[in-house]
């Protein structure tokens, strides 16, 4: 994940990304890799720059509502905007050790 954080909420904003879950994975979006920068700019802007593990994800409204509404929860941000993107496109590579564990890939 690319970080660029001038508001020094980076953190914070993390602890609550890895709350959140694909429903069909029993990983959060951090360790699977899906969140691909998070960015925060004066007045309180919190921008997450995701992924989902495939463009037709059933659920995919419902893991970006669930990202904007806890990051916006974080304390200091004032508006959290989410980017969804599939370039680069998200592959097993992408996931953390932990999740590899998790899921059997190790």
């Known amino acids: 994940m690319i970080?660029?954080?001038?508001?020094n909420l980076a953190p914070a904003i993390t602890?609550?990304?890895e709350t959140v879950f694909d429903p069909e994975i029993p990983v959060n979006i951090v360790?699977?890799?899906?969140?691909?920068?998070?960015?925060?700019?004066?007045?309180?802007?919190?921008?997450?720059?995701?992924?989902?593990?495939?463009?037709g994800c059933p659920v995919?409204?419902?893991?970006?509502?669930?990202?904007?509404?806890?990051?916006?929860?974080v304390e200091g941000v004032k508006?959290?905007?989410v980017e969804l993107t599939f370039d680069p496109p998200w592959d097993k590579s992408?996931?953390?050790?932990?999740?590899?564990l998790e899921l059997g890939f190790m």
């Open 31 to 55: 360790e699977l890799g899906l969140v691909y920068e998070l960015i925060t700019k004066e007045g309180g802007i919190a921008k997450v720059v995701m992924t989902l593990t495939a463009p």
């Open 15 to 17: 602890e609550v990304l």
């Open 79 to 81: 508006q959290a905007l």
């Open 60 to 73: 995919a409204g419902d893991i970006i509502d669930e990202v904007q509404r806890k990051v916006a929860d």
């Open 94 to 100: 992408m996931m953390s050790d932990v999740a590899r």
């Open 3 to 7: 970080v660029n954080d001038s508001l």
